[in-house]
């Protein structure tokens, strides 16, 4: 039987809900699973036959670390899912901008380096926006995401000038199709178009994440976005056949998907949203992992 890591970190050292539910899914196909907490230098990564990125949720508090530990991991020869490559260029938001620079329909954004000195109401003004939203390039689960607008942002000047010592930031207009109608998640396994969810946020709020009253539910959405989310994952620098799992993230303006975000490092699948989806999911990583299982044995 094969072993296989499920990738978190030591907040949830036993694994969210969602990915408990891979274990029993994928010893169905022949496949041991076990959570692996990537930080924990007990772990000896070598004995697994392949290690599967889920929720190691603090990877942007430790940032080089874990873009060493993935190289450690590469380095052993043994197979990362998603590959080492895809993994680091999705570890840094800047991968937008090369999207952006390839005509792939993005949020506005304004991006701001470390260390410059631009005023933050100069931005707004330069950028014609009236509310903003400002977030750090490496992030996750809206770490250090807030908002800002024409005028509170020379008081908000000392957290802006805080982010921006810390490293790249992004400044976005407010999108308030996410407020009024949601943001949708469109999940792949190897490329293929699997599911959608859509996610709301609470009253008041708007951060579409559970950890801040946001709600995820199960809804299909429009061929035509589900197309056009696809292009996004062809103009990516990576077969998207290289990917066991990507979600598209993304809001709907005009009939038009506007892209969020691409993750294909640690996202969150939904997989309990809806019926099936587990064992879908777990069909495609025991397929992957017996492929490459195989090949290294006839080689």
């Not at 840094?92 to 304004?110: A, C, F, G, M, Q």
Request: hydrophobic share 45%.
């Amino acid at each position: 039987m094969r072993l296989v890591a499920l990738v978190t970190c030591d907040v949830i050292p036993n694994l969210t809900d969602d990915d408990r539910s891979l274990i029993p899914a994928l010893a169905a196909h022949g496949v041991r699973a076990a959570p692996a907490v990537w930080d924990d230098d007990g772990v000896e990564w070598r004995t697994f036959d392949a290690v599967v990125i889920r929720s190691p949720w603090d990877y942007h508090r430790k940032a080089q670390r874990f873009l060493s530990w993935i190289d450690r991991v590469d380095a052993l020869g043994v197979q990362l899912i998603n590959p080492a490559p895809v993994l680091r260029w999705n570890a840094d938001k800047v991968y937008l901008r090369e999207l952006s620079s390839l005509d792939v329909p993005v949020v506005p954004t304004w991006w701001v380096e470390q260390g410059e000195t631009t005023p933050l109401i100069e931005i707004l003004r330069q950028a014609g926006w009236s509310r903003a939203v400002v977030k750090p390039a490496v992030a996750a689960t809206a770490y250090r995401t807030w908002t800002t607008e024409a005028g509170s942002a020379a008081a908000d000047e000392t957290r802006f000038r805080e982010l921006v010592a810390d490293g790249r930031v992004l400044v976005q207009p407010f999108v308030e199709a996410i407020t009024a109608e949601g943001e949708w998640s469109l999940v792949f396994f190897g490329g293929e178009y699997a599911y959608s969810v859509l996610k709301v946020v609470k009253h008041g709020d708007f951060r579409v994440q559970n950890e801040f009253g946001g709600s995820v539910l199960g809804r299909d959405v429009d061929p035509a976005i589900v197309a056009q989310a696809s292009d996004v994952l062809d103009a990516a620098p990576f077969s998207r056949a290289d990917l066991a799992y990507a979600r598209v993230d993304g809001c709907v303006e005009h009939g038009r998907f506007v892209l969020m975000e691409l993750e294909v490092l640690e996202p969150a699948l939904f997989l309990q949203i809806g019926r099936g989806r587990t064992e879908v999911f777990a069909s495609h990583l025991a397929q992957r992992i017996a492929h490459r299982t195989n090949s290294m044995d006839k080689g």
